[in-house]
């Protein structure tokens, strides 16, 4: 009797590499498409919310400023008070 070698009792599969197709591209690129949407409009959701922070704060030193410099300008141009009767 000659010794054979032994086979294995299972055997060996390869799983055979998906074929891509153009529905999966098109999929994918849709994918992509909405994703790059998305991201925009959540950029510029938050760029409008900045925008109208900083125009908030711009108008408000805007008004005080001019509200400073009104101040100063009535206290330059205001009549010296009239001095006290004499007593």
Do not use: C, W
Request: charge should be positive; avoid cysteine; aromatic fraction near 4%.
């Amino acid at each position: 009797m000659s010794a054979q070698p032994a086979q294995p009792k299972t055997k060996t599969v390869t799983a055979q590499p998906k074929k891509i197709t153009v529905e999966d591209i098109r999929r994918k690129a849709e994918h992509v498409r909405e994703s790059a949407r998305d991201e925009a409009r959540q950029v510029l959701r938050n760029d409008a919310t900045r925008f109208a922070i900083y125009a908030a704060l711009g108008v408000a030193v805007a008004i005080g400023l001019a509200y400073y410099m009104g101040s100063r300008s009535g206290r330059r141009h205001a009549k010296p008070a009239p001095p006290p009767p004499p007593a």
